[in-house]
């Protein structure tokens, strides 16, 4: 299995006559990966079945998070932690309540 992708690539070099460091135009260069995996089907069978575990455990986890958001202390919470992020983004001296 190969793909073929064009990488985004800027060549830095100081200018001779200015002494100044410069940068070439943006380019995009051709690359090619190569990608080779073999798996066994018990490899197969058994990555699988993490998988589903992981995304299982996920989904359990995700559902206890969104109720706890939904909840009176989760919304307030959320309300305090964004009113934070903003202020210290902006670096205001409000304090929280």
Do not use: H
């Amino acid at each position: 299995m190969c793909s073929i992708f064009d990488v985004p690539y800027t060549y830095r070099y100081v200018d001779p006559n200015t002494g100044r460091e410069r940068n070439t135009f943006p380019a995009e260069l051709p690359a090619l990966v190569i990608t080779r995996v073999v798996y066994t089907a018990s490899e197969a069978k058994r990555r699988q079945g993490e998988d589903e575990d992981m995304w299982r455990a996920f989904q359990e986890k995700e559902m206890v998070v969104d109720d706890w958001l939904q909840s009176r202390i989760g919304r307030k919470r959320l309300a305090q932690e964004v009113q934070k992020q903003i202020c210290s983004s902006s670096r205001c001296s409000k304090r929280l309540q």
